[in-house]
Nanobody
Framework: QVQLVESGGGLVQAGGSLRLSCTAS????????KGWFRQAPGKEREFVAA????????YYADSVKGRFTISRDNVKNTVYLQMNSLKPEDTAVYYC?????????????????WGQGTQVTVSS
């Protein structure tokens, strides 16, 4: 059973930056598509960004385009989310996702593996 360990969350002022990391415990999954989702209090979990196995394709929610960048290092078995120009509405628990299909890490449906979540709080 693979474990996804996230880090990098915290408290930041509006306009600031954070970089989230998510490392998978098993190298077998180093080339799976990966994604990031977030869930704000009282809201459903929503898609943020996704990346294909070789980083050849990346996808972003409209709300984060131009501000967030997803990347990956298959040697380190890690996916990153660089978040710049943060806004209070970006406040949420951020989850990484790992799945054999790009559709899974873009929709969140039937995703095989989820991280435990890391809190991001943006103050105004």
């Amino acid at each position: 059973q693979v474990q996804l360990v996230e880090s990098g969350g915290g408290l930041v002022q509006a306009g600031g930056s954070l970089r989230l990391s998510c490392t998978a415990s098993e190298r077998t999954f180093s080339t799976y598509p990966k994604g990031w989702f977030r869930q704000a209090p009282g809201k459903e979990r929503e898609f943020v960004a996704a990346i294909s196995w070789n980083a050849g394709m990346t996808y972003y929610a409209d709300s984060v385009k131009g501000r967030f960048t997803i990347s990956r290092d298959n040697v380190k078995n890690t996916v990153y989310l660089q978040m710049n120009s943060l806004k209070p509405e970006d406040t949420a628990v951020y989850y990484c996702a790992l799945d054999p299909s790009m559709n899974g890490v873009q929709t969140g449906k039937n995703v095989n593996y989820w991280g435990q979540g890391t809190q991001v709080t943006v103050s105004s």
